[in-house]
């Protein structure tokens, strides 16, 4: 069975001991299993991983089925579970085991996912997906720590703390008990106290820097570069990086002169590309052609080599090379 996000009320631990919780969300699935699970389990919650449980299944089942005079429910929480625990949940679902609530906490999975299947259609489990959050979901947590707080503070510093949070509430949440701190001597804040309170929540991916750059956005390429300080290993990794996405980019581009059809390229290409990412990949398509990618892995190698020539000057050679990819005429 499937429950939403929005309608976690629908949750009853009376009834329903098994619950699946999947997604990139990780701040989100935090939050719902202090929550909604570990709050109503404070004394009796076991921790494992799904290797602890693969590796000594008997042991599991042991610890699970034995009953202490002193706990009547226990929580089982199983945290970066996949496919591979299924047959654990099957046999769990089969003996009708009471006095137990078990939460899977896992990554993403894809729809052919044996264990999401399982857990979507059985009735007696619940699957519940967690998606990253967006500006407007952020804003309004935002806006509300500030209201309860009654903190003053701009529209431009709402907007500022949600940009470089990143899309991650949990630290969105460690970003704001710092301002909670601060503010304790300080009822108002501003735009220049929240550029030192705050972090950037993690370093832009390697991925996402060269994705904006072959999708042509020059202003997210360059805020990126901007809000990183990259060492020589990391230029090493970003333009090794960059190698393999143009090759990728050049073997779609060619399937799209043969076949026409954008949507069917993508969904036949090998490996698979994950459903978040094919807006993007389009674009890229639309962006550049044969003759230029087949130029661009040229530069590529051509740059590699000049960074490992000039480690002083590394950082400046890879930003030149990058910028000058989003201004490129490709078609």
């Given at each position: 069975m499937i429950i939403k996000t929005f309608d976690l009320t629908r949750i009853d631990l009376k009834k329903q001991n098994l619950f699946l919780l999947?997604?990139?969300?990780?701040?989100?699935?935090?939050?719902?299993?202090?929550?909604?699970?570990?709050?109503?389990?404070?004394?009796?919650?076991?921790?494992?991983?799904?290797?602890?449980?693969?590796?000594?299944?008997?042991?599991?089942f042991n610890s699970i089925l034995s009953n202490s005079f002193f706990e009547n429910e226990k929580l089982i929480i199983i945290s970066r579970a996949t496919d591979k625990v299924k047959d654990i949940i099957e046999e769990i679902l089969e003996k009708k085991i009471k006095d137990l609530v078990i939460v899977l906490n896992a990554g993403v999975l894809e729809k052919k996912s044996k264990l999401r299947a399982l857990f979507e259609k059985?009735?007696?489990?619940?699957?519940?997906?967690?998606?990253?959050?967006?500006?407007?979901?952020?804003?309004?947590?935002?806006?509300?720590?500030?209201?309860?707080?009654?903190?003053?503070?701009?529209?431009?510093?709402?907007?500022?703390?949600?940009?470089?949070?990143?899309?991650?509430?949990?630290?969105?949440?460690?970003?704001?008990?710092?301002i909670k701190s601060f503010s304790l001597n300080k009822k108002r804040i501003d735009t220049k106290d929240?550029?030192?309170?705050?972090?950037?929540?993690?370093?832009?991916?390697?991925?996402?820097?060269?994705?904006?750059?072959?999708?042509?956005?020059?202003?997210?390429?360059?805020?990126?570069?901007?809000?990183?300080?990259?060492?020589?290993?990391?230029?090493?990794?970003?333009?090794?990086?960059?190698?393999?996405?143009?090759?990728?980019?050049?073997?779609?581009?060619?399937?799209?002169?043969?076949?026409?059809?954008?949507?069917?390229?993508?969904?036949?290409?090998?490996?698979?590309i994950f459903w978040k990412d094919k807006d993007t990949v389009k674009l890229q398509i639309k962006n550049w052609s044969y003759k230029n990618i087949e130029n661009l892995i040229y530069e590529i190698n051509d740059t590699e080599l000049l960074i490992k020539k000039n480690s002083s000057s590394s950082i400046n050679i890879l930003n030149n090379f990058i910028i000058n990819q989003t201004t490129m005429v490709s078609n």
């Open positions: 999947y997604g990139s969300n990780e701040g989100h699935k935090k939050e719902v299993i202090e929550q909604k699970f570990k709050n109503f389990f404070s004394e009796s919650t076991y921790l494992f991983e799904e290797n602890e449980v693969l590796q000594d299944r008997n042991s599991f059985e009735r007696e489990v619940v699957c519940i997906p967690f998606y990253e959050d967006n500006n407007q979901t952020l804003s309004r947590i935002v806006n509300n720590f500030f209201r309860v707080n009654k903190i003053s503070i701009s529209q431009e510093s709402i907007n500022l703390i949600v940009q470089r949070c990143r899309g991650d509430r949990q630290n969105l949440q460690a970003e704001l008990e710092k929240l550029l030192k309170l705050t972090n950037l929540a993690e370093n832009y991916s390697v991925s996402e820097l060269i994705d904006s750059c072959l999708s042509k956005n020059k202003k997210k390429t360059i805020n990126i570069l901007n809000e990183n300080n990259y060492s020589l290993d990391d230029c090493i990794l970003i333009i090794r990086t960059f190698l393999i996405k143009s090759k990728k980019l050049l073997q779609l581009i060619k399937k799209m002169e043969d076949e026409k059809n954008i949507d069917q390229v993508i969904s036949a290409f090998k490996p698979p």
